[in-house]
């Protein structure tokens, strides 16, 4: 049973592009949504991360949209670069349980065309 | 110097094998985790450690069972490896809640078993 469910799996971008993944949820007990980012080789690092008291968060090119109704939320990437090629997942977890664990979506893999 | 290592970096073992993986952390925290990264289903929890003597099963635990020797160790083994535990697994350690929720992943085992 997949909590977290992500789309796409592959995304193919062009230089300066807006990358956009979406993932949704089920359970609304949910409070916690990061993004973490893959590099070939190298375990995840989280990116970004909204809690759902905000509708959206920016960090330099990377936003994120939540949709607390619609129990969505999305990663943008502007002015996407090679550099950003990676995977990405999204993910949730209940805070209130004070386990930290992280319940994954199945991963994005972003190509970034120069 | 990284703080997440995991060792060994890859491993190649046979169908009925006993294999362990170790994780050490420098960072201090407390709560360590594992997980496996397949192809199309993202990053699962296996194992989920708060301390010394607090270990708890993730979503996917049978078949493995984990070891914590001290608050910087904390290993996974395989009783009796098969073909489909074949995967890319992911130390992760935390410092929730203390600190935030972040979790920081080392750079992983690469798996095969035949």
């Known amino acids: 049973q997949q909590q977290v469910k992500q789309s796409p799996q592959s995304l193919i971008v062009q230089k300066g592009g807006i990358s956009i993944i979406n993932c949704a949820y089920e359970?609304?007990?949910?409070?916690?949504f990061p993004w973490y980012q893959q590099f070939p080789g190298k375990g995840p690092a989280l990116l970004i991360a909204?809690?759902?008291?905000?509708s959206e968060k920016k960090e330099g090119r990377f936003t994120i949209s939540f949709n607390k109704s619609a129990k969505q939320f999305s990663l943008h990437i502007m002015d996407s670069q090679p550099g950003d090629s990676a995977t990405y997942f999204c993910?949730?977890?209940?805070?209130?349980?004070?386990?930290?664990?992280?319940?994954f979506g199945q991963g994005t893999t972003l190509q970034v065309k120069p | 110097d990284a703080d997440v290592t995991q060792t060994p970096r890859n491993r190649i073992t046979k169908t009925g094998k006993r294999i362990m993986l170790e994780c050490s952390q420098t960072?201090?925290?407390?709560?360590m985790y594992w997980y496996r990264q397949d192809p199309g289903l993202g990053l699962r929890l296996i194992y989920y450690?708060?301390?010394?003597?607090?270990?708890n099963k993730g979503e996917i635990s049978d078949g493995y069972s984990v070891s914590r020797q001290a608050q910087a160790k904390f290993s996974l083994s395989l009783e009796s490896a098969i073909p489909n535990q074949t995967a890319l697994y992911f130390c992760?350690?935390?410092?929730?809640?203390?600190?935030?929720?972040?979790?920081?992943f080392g750079p992983g085992t690469r798996l095969t078993v035949l």
């Open positions: 359970n609304t007990a949910f409070d916690y």
């Open positions: 909204i809690r759902p008291d905000v």
């Open positions: 993910a949730a977890s209940i805070g209130s349980s004070n386990t930290g664990k992280l319940i």
């Open positions: 960072k201090g925290h407390d709560r």
């Open positions: 450690s708060f301390d010394v003597k607090d270990i």
């Open positions: 992760a350690t935390s410092d929730f809640p203390r600190g935030a929720d972040t979790q920081y």
